[in-house]
């Protein structure tokens, strides 16, 4: 035999079967739960993106050292420093200025000295003249007084 025994024990009644609101309050809770979850799952792409976004660029520089060398005065203590730079001609003047492309991509410019030697390959003095754009050449570059020129131009091979 089965026994049908009232919800809250005899004699009370179910709040929800009074009002017939029991059904309409399960679907609130479960809404708010979704939301709930929806505004979690936003949140947390957002801090996904926002942390992608801060690293997702990076930038690398390379330069290339040139050949230096430091030869001091004690006599007078001032220090002379020499470097060579070599590079592919891309603008020459002759007796005022210089750019050569090392090999990067950025060229760069020179001021040629009052007394600067033009020298073949071979070792031989050649005319200022015969700089040619394109041409490989090797520049000896020097302190003179508070600018930095250059006084021996090394021409390596003539396009």
Partial sequence: MILFLPRYGAGTI???AVTGNAGKNEKKLKGNIMKQLLALICGAILIVA???AQTGTTSSTT????ATTSM???ASNT???TTDNSGSVTDYTPGA????DPGTGRPVHFIIGQKV???GPDGKVLAATDVKKNGRVRLHVVQEGDRTVVDKIMVEDAQ
């Fill in 63 to 66: 330069t290339s050292s040139p």
């Fill in 50 to 52: 926002y942390a992608q």
């Fill in 79 to 81: 220090t002379a420093s």
């Fill in 97 to 100: 200025a210089i750019t050569i």
């Fill in 117 to 119: 030697q033009v020298l």
């Fill in 72 to 74: 001091t005065n004690s």
């Fill in 14 to 16: 179910d709040p929800w």
